[in-house]
């Protein structure tokens, strides 16, 4: 089923082409969103759990001045290195070029400051494409937080009761507070994804979902994060649907190192906008990645259906059983109808004995009467009735009988049948085959022993 943004699980809704460093490829596979994390306000009121998150304009500042420097000193190294002033300088900004479109590698462009960083995530990198992943409906207040596990499904399934009383300790041991699974599914890799909400109870009986938000705000304290990590968990995610702002926001603004070009037109080749949000992917793994959730989805998917069609087959069996049976019993009511009527007929026998006979049972008496004349009559129903009972007594003496229906074969089933004695009859001939072999094989070596013995004989005489 399509899984929400902000969730470890692919979008198996459906995606249009990309290109992907040069290469075509063909629908793009469904996103994990671990990109995002996206809606995931804080929202502390009304639960046990309580932090801050302070507000550095100052930070920012910097961090946007930081990333503009990165920018010229990328665009100084592709462009116009000054490193060994010659005209070698071109030949390092073509190698700087290749290291950008690949995503990989240092890129000098002064002999006194430091090489840029090439990462994947440059403007430059050639190996990027979007995706779709599905627009999430999970509300905050449903509290829904996905927990990536380093474990197999199996493992989890057992551990299950035993890794909710831990992470109840971890997250503060409140008795108020209880840790409930919403479901456990295999991921690739030997991992499991478990979505896990949190239920907190007040004193006058009442109880509610403490907000999603509010749950991976928790979790990611270090000292929450490191206990969590200890059980396993590799990454949460909350699962919070986008505000009708920030999806807008979302849209407007480009990912990092992605055109906005190509972010444009992803956004025009959505198939299904209402539902479908454009996802970057960036590098071979990413794809191997989504390659490999697809994969996962799609043997779930089949899992699903050979399950199904077990169960139609099994419905399809249970039918012809009924029909068998509703057959059976319509014939039973039949003779209980006729044996009814029977006991009806000695009852009102009984009843109307020493009593004249009245108007309307002379009148049926009449109308019987001319029906048995009819019958009697030698070129009416007797006669016909005399017909069909010499070929009933020929096929019986024929042995061509024909017994009534009353059961009735399903067409699937009667072909298993028809396979099935196939496969027998083959056995048979087979098994009719060695046994001839061993014949022969029998006749051989008894023919070898009476010419053994007829030799000694001819050499003692």
Known sequence: MPSGFGSLAPSSGPAAPVSFGGFSLGPAAPVLSAFGG???????????????????????????????????????????????NDERDSILARWNQLQAFWGVGKGYYSSSTPPVEFSQENPFCR???????????????????ALALNKKEADVRSQQQQLVETMHKVLGGNPTLSVNVEGVRALPDDQTEMIIYLVERSPNGTSKRVPASTLYSYMEQLNVKSALQQLGVIMAVSRTALTPAQLKQLLQNPPA??????????????????????????????????????????????????????????????????????????????????????VLIKQEVQRKSGYAIQLDEEHLRVQLETIQSELN???????????????IRMQNHFGAVRSEERYRVDADLLREIKQHLKHQQQGLCHLISVIKDDLDDIKTIEDGLHDSVHGRSSKLS
């Not at 507000?55 to 665009?75: E, H, I, K, P, Y």
């Not at 539902?275 to 590098?283: A, E, R, S, T």
């Not at 009559?377 to 016909?384: I, L």
């Open 257 to 342: 190192g992605v055109d906005p070009i190509i972010w444009e037109q992803a956004k025009v080749d959505n198939p299904d906008p209402e539902k479908l949000i454009p996802v970057p992917m960036v590098g071979f793994k990413e794809l191997l990645r989504r390659l490999k959730i697809q994969d996962q989805m799609t043997k779930q998917h089949q899992t699903r259906v050979d399950i199904i069609s077990n169960d139609i087959s099994e419905l399809q069996r249970n039918q012809a059983t009924t029909a068998a049976k509703i057959t059976q019993y319509k014939r039973k009511l039949m003779d209980l109808s006729h044996r009814v009527l029977q």
């Open 377 to 391: 009559a030698p070129t009416q129903f007797k006669g016909r009735l005399n017909e069909l009972m010499s070929q």
């Open 127 to 145: 190996f990027k494409a979007v995706g779709y992943s599905c627009v999430p409906d999970v509300k905050d207040e449903d509290g829904l937080v």
């Open 38 to 84: 996206f809606g995931s306000t804080t929202s502390a009121g009304g639960t046990s759990f309580s932090f801050s998150t302070p507000s550095n304009t100052g930070g920012l500042f910097n961090q946007q001045v930081s990333q503009s420097n990165q920018l010229f000193n990328t665009a100084s190294a592709l462009s116009a290195p000054s490193v060994l």
